[in-house]
Each structure stands twice: as structure tokens, then as C-alpha cells.
């Protein structure tokens, strides 16, 4: 009896074993089916992953530009600056063109023709008859036009302002290399914006046209 026993124990520990050893591969198995990603998969659950441990903001939209698409932005960019540079020297012969028909015209305080001219009605012209833009009639009006720019930034065509005194105030059209063009007590003429009265006396400046 006692050997019958001692035979039955090990069949019956063989056979257990089998079966836990049967049921640990069924485990792995079945835990290796459930685990198996695709790339996809994978590379979607590390980057969520890392998002939260360096705790960025998920954006549903981000801008890229490509090499290719920045050198064209580049290109329209230089483009624009090429058109804006070429620009002024039209604008500085329209200057020319417009002192050569006034130069001979006397200033005249509220004159508005060739017979006599103020310093308003000069710069409310020039935009009239060489960029087909009306201006309002008074410097306190034309002060208010366009946008503001600084002194160190004018480029022509810019309307520059003074006051000449309390009371008095005074406006001409920026030329160019720190000269102005204006219908002064001595006549249309061009004049520097350093010359000791005009920077003294140097208000403000406003841009009309880019």
C-alpha cells in the first residue's frame, strides 16, 4: 500500500506541473496577444506618453513652413521692398517736376493759386496734382491725416509740421535727404530739416502714402 503511494505522489506532481506549467504559457500567450501593437499604435501611445511627462499642451493645429515655402515668403518680401525702393525716385522727380512749375510763386497767406500761396494750400496741391489725393485745406487738419511717423524714419512724401511760433504752425512735404519742400515767407523753396529754426521749432511728421 505504502509503495502504491509513493508511486501515485510523483504521477500526481508530474501531471500538476504539466498543468501549471500549460496555464503559465496560456497566460503568456494570451498576455502576449493583448499586448502585440501596431508602429502606429506604438508610436501613438509613446507620444502621449511623453506629452504628459513633459507636460506640453497637445495643439490641435501647429504652423509648419517648409524651406521651400519661407524662401518663397523671402522672395515677395524683397520683391515688395524692390517696388517700395523704386518708388521714390518717381516721387522725388514728381517733387522736382512740381518746384519747377511754383518755384516763382510768392507766398501769400490764405492764396491758393500762381498769384500767391500759403504753406497748406502749397502741400494740399502737390497731393492733388501728382498723387490724386485731397487733402483737407489747413495745417491744424492735414495734422490729423494719415498716421504718425518719427523724424528718423521719414522717407518722401511724408508731410512734415513746425510751430513757428504760439500760435502759428507750418507744414511741407519731406523730399529726401533731410530736406523738405514748403511755400515759405521767402517762396517755394527746399530747405533742411537741421537748419537751426525748423529743427527747433520741428513738431511732428505724418505718412499719407506708403
Known amino acids: 500500500m505504502i509503495k502504491k503511494i509513493f508511486v501515485i505522489i510523483p504521477i500526481l506532481i508530474f501531471f500538476t506541473?504539466?498543468?501549471?506549467k500549460n496555464q503559465n504559457i496560456e497566460s503568456n500567450n494570451s498576455q502576449s496577444e493583448k499586448t502585440t501593437l501596431t508602429y502606429i499604435e506604438y508610436k501613438k501611445l509613446y507620444e502621449e506618453k511623453n506629452k504628459k511627462i513633459k507636460n506640453k499642451p497637445i495643439l490641435e493645429y501647429e504652423t509648419v513652413i517648409?524651406?521651400?515655402?519661407y524662401k518663397t515668403l523671402m522672395l515677395n518680401e524683397n520683391s515688395e521692398n524692390v517696388k517700395s525702393s523704386s518708388e521714390i525716385p518717381k516721387r522725388k522727380q514728381a517733387f522736382n517736376d512740381f518746384y519747377n512749375e511754383w518755384k516763382n510763386v510768392r507766398y501769400k497767406l490764405g492764396g491758393e493759386s500762381k498769384k500767391g500761396i500759403d504753406c497748406s494750400a502749397f502741400t494740399q496741391r502737390i497731393y492733388k496734382?501728382?498723387?490724386?489725393i485731397k487733402l483737407p485745406r489747413t495745417t491744424l487738419t492735414q495734422v490729423n491725416m494719415g498716421v504718425e511717423v518719427k523724424k528718423a524714419e521719414?522717407?518722401?512724401g511724408d508731410l512734415v509740421f513746425f510751430k513757428t511760433s504760439k500760435t502759428d504752425k507750418h507744414v511741407g512735404v519731406y523730399v529726401g535727404n533731410g530736406n523738405f519742400m514748403h511755400a515759405s515767407i521767402k517762396g517755394i523753396q527746399f530747405?533742411?530739416?537741421?537748419k537751426p529754426f525748423y529743427k527747433k521749432n520741428y513738431w511732428t511728421s505724418r505718412r499719407i502714402i506708403d
Do not use: V
Open 17 to 20: 506541473a504539466c498543468s501549471n
Open 66 to 69: 517648409t524651406p521651400k515655402e
Open 129 to 132: 496734382d501728382k498723387f490724386g
Open 154 to 156: 521719414l522717407i518722401p
Open 191 to 194: 530747405t533742411s530739416l537741421d
